[in-house]
Nanobody
Framework: QVQLVESGGGLVQAGGSLRLSCAAS????????MGWFRQALGKEREFVAA???????YYADSVKGRFTISRDNAKITVYLQMNSLNPEDTAVYYC??????????????????????WGQGTQVTVSS
C-alpha cells in the first residue's frame, strides 16, 4: 500500500504562485506515476497534471503554460509549481498515484478509478 502526503497549500492573491509537494511512502514501485487532481466546491474532481517515472508529463488544458509538475525519484516526491494563479484555481488539490501505464490512463481520460492511491488533499485558495 502506498501512502501519499501533500503539503504546500495556502492562500495567495491572483497572479501569485504556490508550490505543492507530495511524498510517497510504503510499498512504492519504482515505475509509479504520480500526479494531481483538484476539486472545487460543488464540482467534480478533475485531473490537473501527472508525471511518470521517466519524466513524461501530462497536463490539463486549463493549466498548461502555468503549472509545472516535476519529481524527485530518490525522494519519491512530486511537485506542482503553480504560477499565474487565478480564482478559478481555488480547490482542494489531491495527490494521486497509479501503477498503470500513464499513456493508457491519458487515453482513457484520466479516470479517478485508474488511480490506486490518494492523499488527504490540501486547500489552495486564490483571492481576486
Amino acid at each position: 500500500q502506498v501512502q501519499l502526503v501533500e503539503s504546500g497549500g495556502g492562500l495567495v492573491q491572483a497572479g501569485g504562485s504556490l508550490r505543492l509537494s507530495c511524498a510517497a511512502s510504503g510499498r512504492t514501485p519504482s515505475y509509479y506515476t504520480m500526479g494531481w487532481f483538484r476539486q472545487a466546491l460543488g464540482k467534480e474532481r478533475e485531473f490537473v497534471a501527472a508525471i511518470n517515472c521517466s519524466g513524461s508529463t501530462y497536463y490539463a488544458d486549463s493549466v498548461k503554460g502555468r503549472f509545472t509538475i516535476s519529481r524527485d525519484n530518490a525522494k519519491i516526491t512530486v511537485y506542482l509549481q503553480m504560477n499565474s494563479l487565478n480564482p478559478e484555481d481555488t480547490a482542494v488539490y489531491y495527490c494521486a498515484g497509479t501503477r498503470r501505464n500513464m499513456a493508457v490512463v491519458a487515453g482513457a481520460g484520466y479516470r479517478l478509478s485508474d488511480f490506486d492511491s490518494w492523499g488527504q488533499g490540501t486547500q489552495v485558495t486564490v483571492s481576486s
